[in-house]
């Protein structure tokens, strides 16, 4: 194995392990997996009383969203920690490849995100009546892991921003709330004001709820391969955004000596 | 002397918990993002009539959700900060020290109400016409205290779990979908009911509600069982809080997490 590939998998675990909040049994299950179960049905509940929408399309929703809490928290967390447990400075003395220290750590948390996801459709198939069309479970997954990279590229872009700001918590905290408002999760888009279409169509999940509802309903990979480009397209966005941050801020904390200043 | 500390207490946790951009996040832009939700929905299932129900339930999500977090760690935070061995020993009882912080983390959450309400009526046309303001001027703080002191029910239970937060996230969605704040319990399997007659964001917002919205039943019923269900959650709390201490004095385990 190259040290550029021991970097990118070895690293990212290691970094994934360290998210001591997470990773203990109790605290993941709760976390991961009971909160977005309540979601699921918090949302389903409300949508069945208001009738504004079927059923299926707030579990289609929610489900997918689900999976942007891994991306986004986990992402910031896996970077943005590093200078609050004080770990950045020797981190960045290593010649250790950037991109590989920097992608290896989106790994764990794409797999993380699509367990919960799968955890949140299987929710709605076994409480809520979900039925997704025969068949499109492999375009339904395809459609989430490219929905889940987004994620977590946008949570890549947040954590970079922690490289120095000071509470970046309460960013990837309002950005994950926002998108349960400005993405489709459970008000269709286009029911929205101009204003917030906007700010929907240019961050990740919107497309790919859409093309993950698409395809529950029956339509093809093909059918909404232009959704999910749309979704990739802003995922790399996004990954090269906090990549371009993430060098800028490092030279500036070597310039200025303030890595780990607050 | 007790009530100077009652109030000096609340009074500074109320500033610090103020001062917390997590607090603001949780007590006024989550409950405004939600009722956004919430007004969409029930305007799209042709549901208008009912945004001031909306935007008050929402305005009590704010409130669970800021004494869920702040009371659930409260102890717990103490602990991380190195005070909680100063405020067991100091000569005042402990319960008078933690009561005011849950009933601060309880209180920052009439932020989400004004917000929501102010939210819906810019942006929504919410009716702000109340139809028993008396009633409602009473309902308000007895909401709150009611359910800061469920906060140092939680408060004193949640400290003899090292994983206290993981409680913390995973209650927040079934409070809000089970008490009724958005979705009539009449909607949820039966067995639910009995459950949400233990919570006081159950009565809370029905005296909320029939205070504000003409045409509802009078608040005073839901009013009295929030000071009922408050009492019995100081007793608990004094109760469990006192367990604690006793626990933690004996195995010399105050300031072990």
Same mark, same amino acid.
């Given at each position: 194995?190259?040290?550029?590939?021991?970097?990118?998998?070895?690293?990212?675990?290691?970094?994934?392990?360290?998210?001591?909040?997470?990773?203990?049994?109790?605290?993941?299950?709760?976390?991961?997996?009971?909160?977005?179960?309540?979601?699921?049905?918090?949302?389903?509940?409300?949508?069945?009383?208001?009738?504004?929408?079927? !059923?299926?399309?707030?579990?289609?929703?929610?489900?997918?969203?689900?999976?942007?809490?891994?991306?986004?928290?986990?992402?910031?967390?896996?970077?943005?920690?590093?200078?609050?447990?004080?770990?950045?400075?020797?981190?960045?003395?290593?010649?250790? /490849?950037?991109?590989?220290?920097?992608?290896?750590?989106?790994?764990?948390?794409?797999?993380?995100?699509?367990?919960?996801?799968?955890?949140?459709?299987?929710?709605?198939?076994?409480?809520?009546?979900?039925?997704?069309?025969?068949?499109?479970?492999?375009?339904?997954?395809?459609?989430?892991?490219?929905?889940?990279?987004?994620?977590?590229?946008?949570?890549?872009?947040?954590?970079?921003?922690?490289?120095?700001?000071?509470?970046?918590?309460?960013?990837?905290?309002?950005?994950?709330?926002?998108?349960?408002?400005?993405?489709?999760?459970?008000?269709?888009?286009?029911?929205?004001?101009?204003?917030?279409?906007?700010?929907?169509?240019?961050?990740?999940?919107?497309?790919?709820?859409?093309?993950?509802?698409?395809?529950?309903?029956?339509?093809?990979?093909?059918?909404?391969?232009?959704?999910?480009?749309?979704?990739?397209?802003?995922?790399?966005?996004?990954?090269?955004?906090?990549?371009?941050?993430?060098?800028?801020?490092?030279?500036?904390?070597?310039?200025?000596?303030?890595? !780990?200043?607050? | 002397?007790?009530?100077?500390?009652?109030?000096?207490?609340?009074?500074?946790?109320?500033?610090?918990?103020?001062?917390? +951009?997590?607090?603001?996040?949780?007590?006024?832009?989550?409950?405004?993002?939600?009722?956004?939700?919430?007004?969409?929905?029930?305007?799209?299932?042709?549901?208008?009539?009912?945004?001031?129900?909306?935007?008050?339930?929402?305005?009590?999500?704010?409130?669970?959700? /800021?004494?869920?977090?702040?009371?659930?760690?409260?102890?717990?935070?103490?602990?991380?900060?190195?005070?909680?061995?100063?405020?067991?020993?100091?000569?005042?009882?402990?319960?008078?020290?933690?009561?005011?912080?849950?009933?601060?983390?309880?209180?920052? +959450?009439?932020?989400?109400?004004?917000?929501?309400?102010?939210?819906?009526?810019?942006?929504?046309?919410?009716?702000?016409?109340?139809?028993?303001?008396?009633?409602?001027?009473?309902?308000?703080?007895?909401?709150?205290? /009611?359910?800061?002191?469920?906060?140092?029910?939680?408060? /004193?239970?949640?400290?003899?779990?090292?994983?206290?937060?993981?409680?913390?996230?995973?209650?927040?969605?079934?409070?809000?979908?089970?008490?009724?704040?958005?979705?009539?319990?009449?909607?949820?399997?039966?067995?639910?009911?009995?459950?949400?007659?233990?919570?006081?964001?159950?009565?809370?917002?029905?005296?909320?509600?029939?205070?504000?919205?003409?045409?509802?039943?009078?608040?005073?019923?839901?009013?009295?069982?929030?000071?009922?269900?408050?009492?019995?959650?100081?007793?608990?709390?004094?109760?469990?809080?006192?367990?604690? !201490?006793?626990?933690?004095?004996?195995?010399?385990?105050?300031?072990?997490?």
């Amino acid at each position: 194995m190259t040290a550029a590939a021991r970097v990118f998998f070895v690293g990212g675990a290691i970094s994934y392990r360290a998210l001591f909040n997470w990773i203990r049994p109790g605290m993941y299950v709760t976390t991961m997996l009971g909160s977005p179960l309540f979601q699921i049905l918090f949302f389903t509940y409300l949508g069945r009383y208001t009738a504004s929408e079927p !059923e299926s399309f707030f579990v289609v929703g929610n489900a997918v969203q689900v999976a942007a809490m891994s991306g986004i928290y986990g992402m910031t967390m896996g970077i943005a920690n590093e200078r609050q447990f004080g770990t950045l400075s020797p981190l960045l003395a290593t010649p250790a /490849s950037r991109p590989a220290l920097f992608l290896g750590r989106a790994l764990p948390f794409i797999a993380n995100g699509l367990v919960v996801s799968a955890f949140g459709f299987a929710v709605g198939v076994l409480l809520l009546d979900f039925s997704p069309a025969a068949g499109s479970v492999p375009a339904l997954a395809l459609v989430v892991l490219v929905t889940t990279c987004s994620c977590t590229a946008l949570g890549m872009f947040i954590g970079s921003i922690g490289l120095r700001a000071r509470d970046v918590f309460f960013a990837a905290n309002l950005v994950y709330f926002l998108m349960l408002l400005v993405c489709g999760v459970n008000v269709a888009i286009d029911r929205l004001p101009g204003w917030m279409q906007a700010i929907g169509n240019v961050v990740p999940l919107t497309h790919g709820i859409e093309a993950a509802r698409d395809v529950a309903n029956g339509s093809s990979l093909g059918d909404v391969s232009g959704l999910v480009a749309a979704e990739a397209f802003i995922g790399l966005a996004y990954a090269t955004g906090a990549y371009v941050l993430f060098r800028i801020f490092e030279a500036e904390g070597r310039r200025r000596a303030s890595l !780990e200043t607050f | 002397m007790a009530l100077r500390l009652f109030a000096k207490g609340w009074a500074f946790h109320l500033k610090t918990l103020t001062s917390s +951009g997590f607090f603001v996040l949780v007590s006024v832009i989550q409950p405004i993002i939600f009722a956004s939700i919430a007004f969409f929905m029930y305007e799209q299932g042709s549901k208008s009539g009912t945004l001031l129900y909306v935007a008050l339930g929402a305005g009590l999500m704010g409130i669970w959700s /800021s004494t869920l977090f702040g009371s659930g760690g409260a102890i717990q935070w103490q602990r991380w900060q190195g005070t909680l061995e100063i405020l067991i020993a100091a000569p005042a009882p402990f319960l008078l020290v933690l009561v005011p912080l849950t009933l601060a983390t309880a209180s920052i +959450g009439l932020y989400s109400i004004v917000g929501t309400l102010v939210w819906g009526r810019i942006f929504f046309g919410v009716p702000l016409d109340f139809a028993h303001p008396l009633q409602l001027v009473v309902a308000l703080p007895v909401t709150v205290f /009611s359910l800061g002191l469920l906060g140092l029910m939680l408060a /004193s239970t949640f400290v003899l779990y090292r994983q206290a937060s993981a409680f913390s996230n995973l209650l927040e969605y079934p409070v809000w979908l089970i008490t009724g704040l958005l979705v009539p319990l009449s909607l949820l399997p039966g067995w639910v009911t009995p459950i949400s007659w233990l919570l006081a964001p159950t009565w809370g917002v029905k005296a909320i509600r029939d205070a504000a919205i003409a045409g509802n039943p009078s608040a005073w019923p839901a009013i009295g069982m929030c000071v009922l269900l408050g009492a019995a959650y100081l007793v608990l709390g004094w109760f469990f809080m006192q367990n604690f !201490e006793r626990l933690a004095r004996q195995r010399a385990t105050l300031s072990l997490t």
